[in-house]
């Protein structure tokens, strides 16, 4: 370690910050004024790289290289603005989640799309013209690029300052981060506010990915990887806060930068890798942040809205005719292999699949729906119970049937941890607090080359030979599915399941008339821990090991994805969610190199026409066409 060798690492940092303040700041703008969680963000610095790239190389000769690099960010823009007035501007009332969903689906829209114009490979693009050398610095030579950028930050914050401080659009800005319904009940046009910020914001991402285009090359894996890091930017910053989130990124590339510099240390006979921590700082510092100050570094707690939205419908026991029909497809199930034979196995693969997808979605939507707590990061309890049960087998040589069973225990004690800190936020802090720990839990597993097995995860983890052979296995998971379905649901009608109820509805109310209101949201952190484990725990067995996938941020995504496919208002959403999600993923992903865009099209489809869910819409439709069929049958 020298002094050269840390002033070159935090001049790298600097370089790094000032690219994730563009990004990050755009998306605090729209998360601030909008209220809507943007995952398509990082598509859009995505598509800021990819069309640079193109820019560059087709009209440099012609307008010179500085130019053609800026039409890129302009681009974003008018594709932003299109995208809010065609798409997001009809769903604004929508429930925040589902305005989640249509950003993912145009995330995979988006990568399709790239994927069609740009191809699988990395793009590299030129140097920057004019700045292609270096300057020695301490001894050390430093890009002259790279001090470019470290420029360029200060001086979009000062541009962002000037505009909101001293333009009336800027009030307007400012005072929708604070309260957008009073700025609607001023008589401001929102849907003209929300457009031009929109704008404003994937243009902003769109001028980061295109600066970066000469550091490094464009690729379609841009986006996820940004997306993160911005979520923790804007929420560490505070939300809306254009100076929280410059200091925000700063403190998080600078601390990525002292952790490259510190590398391996020896700290009380331990040897520490501290440049492994780069994989989870960012989501170190959030978890801290949020615990302290739940609203940021420069942020302020959010006014009350006014309007709540659609009412969530009480929950029902099902009916006699419901209940027959769910008995009916069980049976169904249980004899679908004895009708197709050896014919049937792929069918029964996908059907475990189905079966393990449901579970885990149950496990999200017990204190997502009934509990109003939303989860980013519910795929570490997965991965947990998953890990669990893959080590159990592997190096205590228990047999499946108990790792079955103690598996899921140590889902349940992670998240009787995180949860402890979780319930003591709500809403988007709430949210992003979960992302965190998941990510801190992922990266555990990935680094722990020597008891998780790093990035290979952990294999040879097989049924014995009495599950392994014909349908054993899916009779198996269709057993342990089927139980854990309903005990979850006999679990919300009971004392505990109203009481979450009541929390979810009002936690003043609940707190007034007795109700441990964060002890009830803990105890149902914990109870959707334990069988988002068990299923986590079957997956392990049906694939035969685990890998850090079983817990990435994807791995959440996707649940949330079933749930919201679904519906959030109806206990049998899960479960049709789980069948139409893998069923379409299976079916799609083998037809088609484009499968992505056919899903993400078909969830745009489902969020605009049906909002509830499918069997949210199906229920609907079913309220709606029973009354006139009993009055047809009226004497």
């Known amino acids: 370690m020298s002094a050269s060798g840390l002033l070159a690492q935090l001049l790298n940092g600097l370089a790094s910050a000032s690219s994730l303040f563009l990004v990050s700041v755009g998306l605090s703008l729209i998360f601030g004024v909008t209220r809507t969680i943007n995952f398509a963000h990082g598509s859009f610095y995505m598509l800021g790289a990819f069309i640079a790239y193109s820019s560059v190389d087709v009209l440099s000769p012609h307008i010179g290289f500085w130019p053609a690099l800026l039409l890129a960010p302009l681009a974003c823009a008018l594709l932003g603005a299109l995208t809010e007035m065609l798409l997001l501007r009809r769903i604004y009332q929508a429930p925040e989640l589902f305005q989640l969903l249509a950003t993912f689906a145009l995330v995979l829209v988006i990568k399709d799309a790239s994927l069609w114009l740009w191809g699988p490979e990395e793009l590299f693009g030129p140097r920057a013209q004019g700045m292609e050398g270096s300057v020695e ?10 001090l470019f ?3 360029v930050g200060p001086c979009v914050l000062l541009g962002l300052t000037l505009l909101l401080t001293k333009t009336r659009f800027g009030t307007l800005v400012r005072a929708a981060t604070q309260d957008r319904e009073m700025v609607g009940a001023l008589g401001v046009n929102q849907a003209w506010l929300f457009t031009a910020v929109f704008a404003l914001g994937t243009l902003l991402a769109g001028l980061a990915g ?14 996820m990887t940004t997306i993160g890091a911005a979520f923790v930017i804007v929420v560490v910053g505070g939300m809306g806060s254009i100076p929280g989130a410059f200091i925000a990124a700063l403190l998080v590339a600078e601390l990525k ?4 510099w510190l590398g391996v240390q020896e700290i009380a006979g331990v040897e520490i890798s501290f440049s492994k921590l780069t994989l989870v700082v960012e989501f170190l510092v959030m978890a801290v942040v949020l615990i302290w100050r739940p609203w940021g570094l420069l942020g302020k707690p959010q006014a009350l809205a006014r309007s709540s939205g659609q009412p969530e419908q009480p929950l029902r026991s099902a009916g006699r005719g419901a209940s ?3 008995l009916a497809l069980l049976a169904a199930l249980v ?3 004895l009708a197709f034979g050896s014919e049937g196995s792929y069918t029964t693969v996908l059907l475990t699949d189905i079966f393990v997808a449901a579970l885990f979605a149950a496990s999200l939507h017990f204190i997502l729906g009934p509990g109003g707590m939303h989860s980013f990061g519910h795929a570490a309890y997965f991965g947990l119970g998953a890990y669990g049960a893959a080590l159990l087998v592997r190096q205590l040589n228990l047999p499946m049937e108990a790792a079955l069973l103690l598996g899921p225990l140590v889902a349940a004690a992670g998240a009787l941890l995180y949860g402890w800190f979780c319930v003591r936020l709500s809403g988007v802090y709430l949210t992003m607090l979960t992302l965190a720990f998941a990510q801190i839990s992922w990266a555990i597993v990935f680094q722990w080359d020597d008891f998780t097995g790093g990035s290979n995860g952990v294999t040879g983890v097989w049924p014995p030979e009495w599950a392994s052979q014909g349908a054993a296995f899916y009779w198996l998971a269709l057993g342990v599915c089927a139980i854990g379905l309903y005990l979850l649901r006999r679990i919300l009608f009971s004392p505990l399941g109203y009481a979450l109820r009541a929390t979810r509805d009002s936690a003043l109310r609940a707190d007034a008339i007795g109700i441990d209101v964060r002890r009830v949201q803990w105890t149902a952190f914990v109870i959707s821990g334990l069988f988002a484990g068990l299923a986590g725990a079957l997956f392990a067995f049906s694939k035969g090991g685990v890998a850090p996938d079983s817990m990435s941020v994807t791995k959440s995504v996707d649940s949330l994805v079933i749930v919201l496919l679904g519906g ?3 206990l049998a959403g899960p479960v049709v969610g789980a069948a139409a999600f893998t069923w379409l993923h299976d079916t799609v992903a083998r037809n088609t190199e484009y499968w992505r865009a056919l899903m993400g099209a078909t969830m745009l489809v489902l969020v605009l026409l049906a909002p509830q869910g499918i069997a949210g819409y199906a229920q609907t439709l079913w309220a709606r066409i029973a009354p006139k069929n009993k009055a047809e049958v009226a004497p």
């Open 137 to 146: 610095i301490l001894g050390r030579q430093f890009p002259t690029y790279d």
């Open 149 to 151: 950028l470290i420029a």
């Open 210 to 223: 295109a600066l970066q285009l000469p550091r490094e090359p464009a690729s379609l894996e841009m986006d």
């Open 257 to 260: 930068a002292v952790c490259i």
């Open 324 to 326: 027959a029909a769910w």
């Open 335 to 337: 004899l679908l292999p």
């Open 568 to 570: 959030v208002q109806t």
